[in-house]
């Protein structure tokens, strides 16, 4: 199998290495999904008419959905961080 012998090719640390590279391209991948997936939620929230340009306060709106949704967001991650950590104490 060619995985199979690519994979014994590379040391313990270069397999850790591209490991750790896959795993920050899918967190990157991961992000920019759900920041995606709030821009259409608060799109849908927030604009009424689409135009040529946003008005202050369509733009208002989608500022502060989009903000929400993050925080929301960093606190149930924080949440959930907090809980593995105290899990593995």
Not at 56 to 63: D, H, I, K, R
């Given at each position: 199998m060619r995985s199979h012998s690519v994979r014994a090719e590379l040391g313990e640390a270069d397999e850790?290495?591209?490991?750790?590279?896959?795993?920050?391209?899918?967190?990157?991948?991961?992000?920019?999904?759900?920041?995606?997936?709030?821009?259409?939620?608060?799109?849908?929230?927030?604009?009424?008419?689409?135009g040529n340009h946003l008005d202050?306060?369509?733009?208002?709106?989608?500022?502060s959905c989009v903000d929400h949704f993050i925080d929301t967001t960093l606190a149930i991650t924080s949440w959930f961080a907090q809980i593995v950590q105290k899990g593995g104490q």
């Open positions: 850790a290495q591209l490991q750790h590279l896959v795993a920050a391209e899918q967190q990157k991948a991961q992000f920019t999904a759900q920041v995606h997936h709030f821009m259409e939620l608060c799109w849908d929230k927030c604009v009424e008419k689409p202050s306060c369509t733009e208002n709106c989608l500022s």
